[in-house]
């Protein structure tokens, strides 16, 4: 799990990647919601978003559970082995996380 700095905008990017054996467990949305917290509360920042296949329920699950908004859909911004995939886009801003 990570957030990806943006200084310019004061906003970061939240990624995670839960391996298999760990689904349905909880620990991604402890991490998630950890990593919000610290990127209010000590990076100060105003904003923080994520992405996710939308093909891939599991990940933006955890982005509801914690708090995100759904912002809408970027279509086929993504491509992997050659095809191309949607992405659910998700973002909370400091004021709605207080």
């Not at 919601?33 to 509360?41: D, N, P, V």
């Not at 990076?43 to 982005?63: C, D, E, H, K, V």
């Amino acid at each position: 799990m990570a957030i990806s700095i943006h200084s310019t905008f004061n906003r970061g990017e939240l990624a995670y990647w839960v391996g298999k054996p760990y689904w349905g467990q909880g620990y991604g949305t402890e991490a998630a919601k950890a990593l919000l917290r610290y990127g209010f509360e000590v990076l100060q920042l105003n904003r923080i978003y994520a992405q996710s296949f939308t093909t891939n329920p599991g990940s933006w699950r955890i982005m509801e559970k914690i708090g995100l908004k759904y912002e809408g859909t970027l279509r086929q911004h993504a491509s992997r082995f050659g095809e191309y995939y949607d992405l659910a886009q998700y973002g909370i801003l400091k004021e709605e996380f207080n």
